[in-house]
């Protein structure tokens, strides 16, 4: 069983950075492409940035140009720094590890989530 650990959660000011950690363990992690997914108060979980074992990289528009995803095969960790929070960046972000086999063969796992509150 694959386990997601965030960590690096927090509150920060408009403007601030904040880098998210996830340590994964329990799978071979360059088999998995892995994620960060983030959820507001009300509303949807929703896509932040994804990253496969080839680093390929894919943003959600709304932090293009802000946010940077990245991993570390050989720890097993991957990473998400942010830049330039703004108060629409709060959220409980979430760790994603994705295996897609075939359709009766997915693996699809998830942390416990930390908070990121960009606040005055």
């Known amino acids: 069983q694959v386990q997601l650990v965030e960590s690096g959660g927090g509150l920060v000011q408009p403007g601030g950075s904040l880098k998210l950690s996830c340590a994964v363990s329990?799978?071979?992690?360059?088999?998995?492409?892995m994620g960060w997914y983030r959820q507001a108060p009300g509303k949807e979980r929703e896509l932040v940035a994804t990253i496969t074992s080839a680093i390929i990289t894919n943003y959600a528009d709304s932090v293009k140009d802000r946010f940077t995803i990245s991993r570390d095969n050989a720890k097993s960790m991957v990473y998400l720094q942010m830049n330039s929070l703004k108060p629409e960046d709060t959220a409980v972000y979430y760790c994603?590890?994705?295996?897609?086999?075939?359709?009766?063969?997915?693996?699809?796992?998830w942390g416990q989530g930390t908070q990121v509150t960009v606040s005055s």
């Open positions: 329990g799978g071979v992690f360059s088999l998995y492409r």
């Open positions: 994603n590890a994705y295996r897609f086999m075939t359709l009766n063969r997915i693996y699809d796992y």
